[in-house]
C-alpha cells in the first residue's frame, strides 16, 4: 500500500491527479453490488496500475487490457521484502512507470 501511495504523491507533484484503492480481497470486492463497485473502480477510468507482492494474475480483471500490474508472477527467492522488492522491481519508481505507460496508452 506503501508504494502506491508514494507513487500517487510523485505522480500528484507532476500534475497528475492518482488515486490509491486498498482491495485486500478481490472476493469480497467482487461480491458487492455494481453501484459500489463501480463507485470505487469507475468503468470510465481504464489507466490503471495493481501493485501485489505477489502473482499478478488475480489483477487482470480489475486493470484490464490498457492497465499495467507489478509484482512477482515467479516464486523460488528468499530474502527480506526489501530486497526482493528492489531486485525484482517492486518499488514506489515502478509503479510511477506504469502509471504513466498506461495513462500515455489511455490517452
Same mark, same amino acid.
Given at each position: 500500500?506503501?508504494?502506491?501511495?508514494?507513487?500517487?504523491?510523485?505522480?500528484?507533484?507532476?500534475?497528475?491527479?492518482? !488515486?490509491?484503492?486498498?482491495?485486500?480481497?478481490?472476493?469480497?470486492?467482487?461480491?458487492?453490488? &455494481?453501484?459500489?463497485?463501480?463507485?470505487?473502480?469507475?468503468?470510465?477510468?481504464?489507466?490503471?496500475?495493481?501493485? &501485489?507482492?505477489?502473482?499478478?494474475?488475480?489483477?487482470?480483471?480489475?486493470?484490464?487490457?490498457?492497465? !499495467?500490474?507489478?509484482?512477482?508472477?515467479?516464486?523460488?527467492?528468499?530474502?527480506?521484502?526489501?530486497?526482493?522488492?528492489?531486485?525484482?522491481?517492486?518499488?514506489?519508481?515502478?509503479?510511477?512507470?506504469?502509471? !504513466?505507460?498506461?495513462?500515455? &496508452?489511455?490517452?
Amino acid at each position: 500500500m506503501q508504494l502506491a501511495v508514494t507513487a500517487r504523491e510523485t505522480l500528484a507533484a507532476e500534475g497528475v491527479n492518482a !488515486r490509491v484503492v486498498s482491495a485486500p480481497s478481490l472476493e469480497w470486492f467482487a461480491e458487492q453490488d &455494481e453501484e459500489y463497485r463501480e463507485s470505487v473502480l469507475p468503468a470510465s477510468v481504464t489507466a490503471r496500475v495493481s501493485v &501485489e507482492a505477489g502473482s499478478v494474475l488475480t489483477w487482470r480483471g480489475i486493470v484490464g487490457d490498457r492497465g !499495467r500490474s507489478v509484482g512477482i508472477d515467479h516464486f523460488g527467492a528468499s530474502a527480506d521484502y526489501k530486497t526482493l522488492f528492489e531486485k525484482f522491481g517492486i518499488t514506489a519508481d515502478a509503479v510511477v512507470a506504469a502509471a !504513466r505507460e498506461t495513462l500515455k &496508452e489511455n490517452a
